[in-house]
C-alpha cells in the first residue's frame, strides 16, 4: 500500500510517498521522496498501544494517520534540511 502527497517545503511543492514497511515492530510507515525513493521519516508502531492500534487499523487510515504527523511535527522538513532520516513513533 503507497499513498502519495505532497506538501511544500521552503516555498516550493514537493512530491512524496508514504508506504508500510516491515521491521522490527510489527508495522511501520515509510516516507520517502516520489521522484527518488530516498527514505526521509520512518515512523513505528512502538509501546504497546500503537502497536495494537497498528494491528487493528485499517493500512489506509495508519499511512494517513502518519502523513498527517509528519506534516503537523515538520518531520519531511528536517529531514531535508539535516539530511538524517527522522524517527518517531506512530
Known amino acids: 500500500m503507497i499513498q502519495s ?8 511543492v514537493m512530491q512524496f ?18 521522484d527518488s525513493a530516498k527514505t526521509l521519516v520512518i515512523l513505528d508502531a512502538s509501546g504497546f498501544i500503537s502497536t495494537i492500534k497498528a494491528e487493528i487499523e485499517e493500512p489506509e487510515k495508519l499511512i494517513a494517520d502518519a502523513v498527517i504527523k509528519v506534516e503537523s511535527e515538520g518531520l519531511i522538513a528536517r529531514a531535508i534540511e539535516t539530511g538524517e532520516i527522522q524517527e ?3
Request: aromatic share 4%; hydrophobic share 40%; net charge neutral.
Open 5 to 12: 502527497f505532497e506538501q511544500t517545503i521552503g516555498g516550493k
Open 88 to 90: 518517531a513513533s506512530l
Open 17 to 34: 510517498c508514504a508506504s508500510l514497511g516491515e521491521g522490527p515492530t510489527p508495522h511501520r510507515v515509510i516516507i520517502s521522496l516520489a
